[in-house]
Nanobody
Framework: QVQLVESGGGLVQPGGSLTLSCVAS????????MSWHRQAPGKERELVTS????????AYLESVKGRFTISRDNVKNTLYLQMNSVKPEDTAVYYC????????WGQGTQVTISS
């Protein structure tokens, strides 16, 4: 079945770095644009970044521009999110999905930025 499995979250100090991964299965990953979303406690889920199917074009939420980088490996069916210079306000559960979203949400991976 169609499935997305996120991993790589954890507790990181402000200013640190983290790389999230999302392994896709059950569909032709290389044919779809993909995205990362996040949901902070008490807030709605928001789109953080997206990438075209070929990996050429990307888009970012203003607050993460210059700090986060989305990428993909269409051979490994894996989506990545490199997070640098992280801030406490980046604390959230991070999810991947297609863009636009159509896949059932996975469990996500918790990212906590705290000293």
């Amino acid at each position: 079945q169609v499935q997305l499995v996120e991993s790589g979250g954890g507790l990181v100090q402000p200013g640190g770095s983290l790389t999230l991964s999302c392994v896709a299965s059950g569909f032709t990953f290389r044919s779809y644009a993909m995205s990362w979303h996040r949901q902070a406690p008490g807030k709605e889920r928001e789109l953080v970044t997206s990438i075209t199917s070929d990996g050429v074009h990307t888009a970012y939420l203003e607050s993460v521009k210059g700090r986060f980088t989305i990428s993909r490996d269409n051979v490994k069916n894996t989506l990545y999110l490199q997070m640098n210079s992280v801030k406490p306000e980046d604390t959230a559960v991070y999810y991947c999905n297609a863009d636009p979203t159509w896949i059932r949400w996975g469990q996500g991976t918790q990212v906590t930025i705290s000293s």
